[in-house]
């Protein structure tokens, strides 16, 4: 069994992962951030996903010395130039809910009625080794942005993020169907792909 830190407390996070390495059959044991004991604050201020989900991995190694994986997600709406971008869990201010971001993402997109709602959700991975190594996969999932929210699943920008190929949005999806479609699952899916990187 490989042991590694998941560089987040986010339930929703750490169930998506634990799922998906559980479905390939990946035997790993996930520790949270809460669960090292560390308590200080890791400022993501890169511009991209991928320095922020390195900026997160490496503090997390440095600190337990062990394996540590973080992510960064984050939705790109086309009409919107690419926004939310890295800002999409705070879009609508620090601290704001989901539901304040998506208010805020729907309120944009009225001011632009005749613009396509084609979006993508983005999963980019970084993994820190204590030797010094790093490794990074990337996950992407196409599709709309719809006006109104659909389903219980409460998760991000979901209710409003339709996937064609099924006809759902993302929170209509049970977590088998979502994991085998979401960019978090095609990101873990080519992480598992590299699964020797993280047994060395």
């Known amino acids: 069994m490989i042991k590694l830190v998941l ?25 949270t951030i809460k669960e ?10 890169a511009d991209s996903f991928e320095g922020n989900a390195y900026i997160k991995a490496k503090t997390l190694c440095e600190y337990t010395g062990m ?35 998506i208010d805020k993402l729907l309120a944009e997109l009225k001011k632009r009625p005749d613009a396509r709602r084609d979006a993508k959700f983005v999963c980019a991975i970084c993994v ?20 109104e929210r659909k389903g219980d699943g409460r998760f991000g920008y979901d209710p409003v993020f339709c996937y064609p190929p099924m006809g759902k949005t993302f929170a209509e999806m049970d977590s088998a169907e979502k994991n085998s479609v979401s960019h978090r699952g095609r990101a873990i899916e080519e992480l598992i792909k590299q699964a020797d990187f993280l047994a060395k």
């Open 7 to 31: 560089a987040t407390n986010n339930a929703h996070k750490v169930s998506e992962f634990r799922s998906c390495f559980a479905q390939k059959g990946f035997d790993v044991e996930i520790l």
């Open 36 to 45: 090292t004991g560390f308590d200080g604050e890791i400022v993501e201020d």
């Open 67 to 101: 394996i540590a994986v973080a992510d960064d997600s984050g939705l790109a709406v086309d009409a919107l130039g690419g926004a939310p971008g890295v800002y999409s869990a705070r879009y609508a201010g620090d601290g704001a809910s989901d539901d304040e971001n």
């Open 128 to 147: 820190c080794r204590p030797d010094g190594e790093t490794l990074y996969v990337r996950g992407e999932s196409e599709g709309l942005i719809i006006d």
